[in-house]
């Protein structure tokens, strides 16, 4: 007789199923990729030489966004919140004196979150240049639903180009930077986005 294949049956439970950690989706790029590339999840975790399970905190991940912006986004320093319950500074882009006043700073609350990041990218006729043009923020509070916003940082000789992008329930930035004195820091920005805030 001949020989039968035994049938294998797999048997999912719930917690076998799902990560403990979050997975992170990264937007395309808008605007340009002049510069260097960054990554603030990486950083703010010190990859790959993190501590395990060290990461920005997925449920409320931005403590407070500063803005270098003038004609276009110059410079954004990003404080978030880790899971260890510490913070981490990142600053992106041109090296904007902070008596500068082109730099505005956005604070959150501890039950606020940016719920949306939107803003204009792409092709500037002045500079040439495929650039970071214009941000602006939409923050929710979780506790009482209250809805506000911030901006718009940079566009301040009007648009000057570029196509709208938006992107809803930000973890983090990347992107394509020129750090240092450069007037036009930020070529290029990409979000990172957690599937925990879905």
């Given at each position: 007789?001949?020989?039968?294949?035994d049938?294998?049956?797999?048997?999912?439970?719930?917690?076998?199923?799902?990560?403990?950690k979050?997975?992170?989706?990264?937007?395309?790029?808008?605007?340009?990729?002049?510069?260097?590339?960054?990554n603030d999840?990486?950083?703010?975790?010190?990859f790959?030489?993190?501590?395990?399970?060290l990461?920005i905190?997925?449920?409320r991940?931005?403590k407070?966004?500063q803005?270098?912006?003038?004609?276009?986004?110059?410079a954004?320093t990003?404080?978030?919140?880790?899971?260890?319950?510490t913070?981490?500074?990142?600053?992106?882009?041109?090296?904007?004196?902070s008596?500068s006043p082109?730099?505005?700073t956005?604070?959150?609350?501890?039950?606020?979150?940016?719920?949306q990041?939107?803003?204009?990218?792409?092709?500037?006729?002045y500079y040439?240049?495929?650039?970071l043009?214009q941000?602006?923020?939409v923050?929710?509070?979780t506790?009482?639903?209250?809805?506000?916003?911030?901006?718009?940082?940079?566009?301040?000789n009007?648009i000057?180009?570029g196509t709208?992008?938006?992107?809803?329930?930000?973890?983090?930035l990347?992107?394509?930077?020129?750090?240092?004195?450069?007037?036009?820091g930020?070529?290029g920005?990409?979000?990172?986005?957690?599937?925990?805030?879905?």
């Amino acid at each position: 007789m001949g020989e039968t294949e035994d049938e294998t049956h797999l048997t999912f439970t719930p917690w076998t199923m799902y990560q403990g950690k979050p997975v992170l989706v990264q937007t395309s790029n808008f605007g340009g990729a002049q510069g260097t590339v960054f990554n603030d999840s990486q950083d703010a975790s010190n990859f790959p030489n993190s501590d395990p399970g060290l990461m920005i905190d997925p449920q409320r991940p931005i403590k407070q966004m500063q803005f270098g912006a003038g004609w276009c986004v110059d410079a954004i320093t990003t404080t978030y919140r880790m899971s260890d319950g510490t913070t981490k500074v990142i600053q992106r882009g041109s090296s904007v004196p902070s008596s500068s006043p082109n730099i505005k700073t956005v604070t959150l609350n501890d039950n606020e979150i940016v719920s949306q990041i939107c803003g204009f990218a792409g092709n500037y006729a002045y500079y040439q240049k495929s650039l970071l043009i214009q941000v602006l923020l939409v923050i929710t509070d979780t506790v009482t639903g209250a809805v506000r916003t911030a901006g718009p940082f940079g566009g301040g000789n009007g648009i000057g180009g570029g196509t709208f992008f938006s992107v809803s329930n930000p973890l983090c930035l990347a992107g394509f930077q020129t750090a240092g004195s450069d007037q036009i820091g930020i070529s290029g920005l990409s979000i990172i986005k957690s599937n925990n805030s879905e």
